[in-house]
């Protein structure tokens, strides 16, 4: 049975007068009622208008109670819509176990590789059915103000209560349970736990990061446990106003005056006090009143320890008025709340990010998180034939030593030709070409530590190599290797050392996210190969929160401009370069410049190019390759601009049997090569 919506206090009245018997004697009319509900107590007048469609008649019931938070006594006159609700709260309205059924998946931990069924035949809340598996009963969980629940395998994105209603999760969607040594929610009675159908709810989104006048502003109870997530879900009976639904739902803390902004049309706002029936599906933002703290500010303000702060304010401010920078700005004021004000106002999507996602001490579970995928990765990379075919191919990856100058990775293209990049050899190039006195050699097979000398190695000539660098754009090198090899324990080179295969008919589209995997020679170290994971580009800023977290905010100030010096700007949403790259994590740093990007299925979709530093060589926060695509018909380009016929044809008979590459070729044999350096787009 359901409750009535939109039930009006003066509907009530009504009937009540029509009701000659509730009048004079004010004594509960018992109304027969079908066999299997007998034992349904509790019922309200609710249950009556929703049963009878005449709401002329008089027959209706409450149950007799002398117990507290029984109907009895029920006062018309004293009524009103908050009570009415505080009242149906308190009974069981829920539909017949017959009519109930309903399953959703959950996990016991973020790391947890199994999901469970979790079945409920009667309404209830989702922590209720949870509890009701022998696998909680096994599990040691907290008291439940303590457990967080998110719904879905995303990152983190939506929190749920623990009172959720079942019927408020889809049959196929999964739950995660966590614990927090803080409570997250504060206890829900009883009477807060009545479950009805999903049709009985408004369910939407309150973004944990608040809207206008609320960057001071404490929103919820655990702010450390509710901002690792982008929103936390909300859910009201029909006919609640959105303030009972904020208070009933124990995580938020009493906001005062507040409204809400939607996310879809920031210009639409929706009054505390209005209902949440048109609120079902939306995302929303809490915001506060602007003067809502003047009194208390200027209390602060007059008071002897407030002085020296408030005249620091006017200083900041009017240092940024100047347009001075925050490196300036840092010297003459030790006020950090002020520089991040400024520094919010030159990086704010970054400031955003790392507010909503990483406060206080978050960031080891947001960790935690990242290893839980990293697991996934390895996993997909402990494949047998998969890892065989990596060292297969991983045959090809080099040292490259220029002497005397650097060192980096690169690997063979095609014959005897290397691609590596082409930042490796500054100051070494004329004309994009290898000056004369430069001496090249690149390393195969260097796999184990000294003493042992299983490597080989070969010269670069200078006759066909190529060195392209256009900062900000394309960096590779393809370098032409004597064919004569070499090892450390012979004194001559010999022509009987083959130079593995090279790796360009293996050359793939740049996935947008999923597995990756790179081999290279970090530091100029043995080879070395690294499973990561692709950071797609709407989430790079937040990649980059991850890392800062570990430092102190005063800190922070000074590497995210360092960050920007480096132009860590470019590759973000919406940056020049954003599109133009790839990124992701990996202990692959300096030395590792050259070193080919594999996907899942092995194919090559990248050069590993560069990386973001914080304060020392070894420790970046995010790292890049080039998708090799348009380096390929870049370097075809210049070939047919040169007229090398001979490596073009070299080209062509390697790249037949990679469709990807043969469009290249088409394109170029149709369109003539531009005389442009800019890398032109392949997709």
Do not use: W
Not at 37 to 62: A, V, W
Not at 158 to 175: A, I, K, Y
Not at 468 to 492: C, F, M, N, V, W
Not at 530 to 552: F, N, S, W
């Amino acid at each position: 049975m359901s409750p009535a919506k939109g039930v009006t206090l003066g509907h009530f009245q009504s009937l009540l007068k029509e009701s000659a018997t509730f009048q004079s004697q004010r004594t509960q009319v018992k109304v027969n009622m079908p066999r299997k509900k007998q034992n349904r107590e509790n019922k309200d007048i609710r249950s009556y208008l929703n049963k009878n469609d005449n709401p002329g008649s008089s027959s209706f019931s409450t149950a007799q109670s002398s117990q507290s938070g029984g109907a009895s006594g029920f006062q018309p006159e004293e009524a009103t819509g908050a009570k009415i609700r505080s009242q149906v709260k308190k009974e069981n309205e829920c539909d017949s176990v017959d009519e109930h059924s309903h399953h959703f998946k959950v996990k016991f931990s973020h790391t947890d590789p199994y999901e469970y069924t979790v079945s409920c035949n009667q309404p209830c809340t989702v922590l209720e059915a949870i509890k009701s598996t022998e696998k909680y009963k096994k599990t040691n969980m907290p008291s439940d103000e303590n457990l967080v629940i998110q719904l879905g395998k995303g990152d983190r994105d939506v929190l749920v209560p623990t009172h959720f209603p079942c019927s408020c999760v889809g049959p196929d969607e999964l739950l995660i349970i966590s614990r927090k040594s803080e409570k997250v929610e504060e206890a829900q009675t009883q009477h807060d736990k009545t479950i009805f159908s999903r049709d009985k709810y408004s369910v939407f989104d309150v973004y944990t990061v608040g809207g206008l006048y609320t960057k001071q502003k404490t929103l919820f109870r655990n702010q450390t446990a509710v901002k690792q997530f982008k929103y936390v879900r909300v859910y009201a009976e029909k006919g609640m106003t959105v303030e009972e639904a904020l208070k009933r739902d124990g995580r938020f803390i009493d906001l005062g005056n507040f409204t809400l902004s939607d996310n879809a049309n920031p210009k639409s706002i929706t009054d505390r006090t209005q209902k949440v029936d048109n609120l079902n599906g939306k995302q929303f933002k809490i915001c506060l009143p602007r003067n809502k703290n003047t009194n208390e500010k200027k209390q602060q303000e007059n008071s002897p320890c407030a002085s020296n702060t408030s005249q620091q304010r006017r200083d900041t401010v009017a240092v940024h008025q100047r347009g001075r920078s925050v490196q300036a700005a840092l010297k003459d004021s030790d006020n950090t709340e002020e520089i991040y004000e400024m520094l919010r106002q030159q990086f704010p999507h970054l400031k955003e990010k790392m507010e909503s996602r990483f406060p206080n001490d978050s960031y080891q579970e947001t960790l935690n998180l990242r290893k839980e995928e990293f697991g996934k990765i390895q996993q997909s990379f402990s494949e047998v034939h998969r890892v065989r075919k990596l060292l297969t191919l991983g045959e090809s990856v080099c040292k490259v030593v220029v002497h005397d100058v650097s060192q980096g990775t690169g690997f063979v293209l095609f014959d005897n030709f290397v691609l590596t990049n082409a930042h490796l050899f500054k100051n070494c190039v004329e004309g994009g070409r290898l000056m004369e006195d430069i001496n090249v050699s690149v390393l195969f097979n260097y796999e184990d530590p000294e003493p042992h000398t299983k490597y080989f190695y070969f010269q670069v000539a200078h006759i066909h190599t190529f060195i392209h660098y256009s900062e900000g754009d394309l960096d590779y090198a393809i370098l032409e290797l004597k064919r004569e090899g070499q090892k450390p324990s012979e004194t001559t080179q010999t022509k009987k050392i083959k130079i593995p295969p090279g790796l360009l008919k293996n050359f793939a589209q740049m996935p947008k996210n999923g597995e990756a995997c790179i081999i290279g020679h970090p530091n100029g170290e043995v080879k070395k190969i690294d499973p990561t994971c692709i950071i797609e580009k709407e989430k790079r800023e937040q990649a980059v929160g991850d890392h800062l977290k570990m430092y102190k905010d005063d800190f922070i100030v000074h590497i995210i401009n360092k960050l920007k010096d480096q132009g860590i700007d470019d590759i973000m949403l919406g940056g020049k370069r954003a599109e133009k790259v790839g990124t992701y994590n990996t202990f692959m740093y300096h030395g590792s410049s050259g070193s080919p990007v594999f996907d899942a299925r092995c194919g090559v979709f990248g050069l590993h190019t560069a990386g973001f530093v914080c304060d020392s060589a070894k420790d970046s926060v995010i790292e890049f390759a080039q998708p090799l695509l348009p380096i390929f018909k870049h370097f075809v380009g210049k070939l047919k601009e040169s007229g090398d016929v001979n490596v073009l044809e070299r080209v062509e008979k390697e790249a037949k049997s990679n469709q990807d590459l043969k469009n290249i070729l088409e394109a170029a044999d149709v369109d003539g090569c531009s005389d442009s350096d800019e890398p032109i787009d392949t997709d």
